[in-house]
C-alpha cells in the first residue's frame, strides 16, 4: 500500500513563503504524475501543480492563479515531492494534499497539511 506523508504547512502572514514536502513510501518512478491538490472550506479540491516522474527534471503543470508564485520539484533519490510557495496571499489558504497518479492503480492521497494565509 502507497502512502503519502506530507509535512511543511502552516500559518505565514502574506507575501511569505512556505515548502510543502510529500515523501511516497516507494519509488515515485511507480506513479505517472505527482500533484499537490488544495481544498477551501466550501469549495472543490483543485489540482494547484503535478510533475511527471520520467525524465531529469519531469514536466510541470500549474493552476493558473498559482503561476510564478509556486514552484513543483522532485528528489527521485529521496522519493519526494516539493511545493515551494512564495508571494502567498490570503486566497491561497486551504488544505493542501499530495497526489500520486498510479495509472491503472487509481491516486493515492496524503493524509493534507493545513496552510494559512493571514492578511
Known amino acids: 500500500q502507497v502512502q503519502l506523508v506530507e509535512s511543511g504547512g502552516g500559518l505565514v502572514q502574506a507575501g511569505g513563503s512556505l515548502r510543502l514536502s510529500c515523501a511516497a513510501s516507494?519509488?515515485?518512478?511507480?506513479?505517472?504524475?505527482m500533484g499537490w491538490y488544495r481544498q477551501a472550506p466550501g469549495k472543490q479540491r483543485e489540482r494547484v501543480a503535478a510533475?511527471?516522474?520520467?525524465?531529469?527534471?519531469?514536466?510541470?503543470n500549474y493552476l493558473d492563479s498559482v503561476k510564478g508564485r509556486f514552484t513543483i520539484s522532485r528528489n527521485n533519490a529521496q522519493n519526494t515531492v516539493y511545493l515551494q510557495m512564495n508571494s502567498l496571499k490570503p486566497e491561497d489558504t486551504a488544505v493542501y494534499y499530495c497526489?500520486?497518479?498510479?495509472?491503472?492503480?487509481?491516486?493515492?492521497w496524503g493524509q493534507g497539511t493545513q496552510v494559512t494565509v493571514s492578511s
Open positions: 516507494v519509488s515515485i518512478f511507480s506513479f505517472l504524475t
Open positions: 497526489n500520486a497518479d498510479r495509472g491503472p492503480f487509481g491516486n493515492s
Open positions: 510533475i511527471t516522474t520520467g525524465g531529469t527534471s519531469g514536466t510541470t
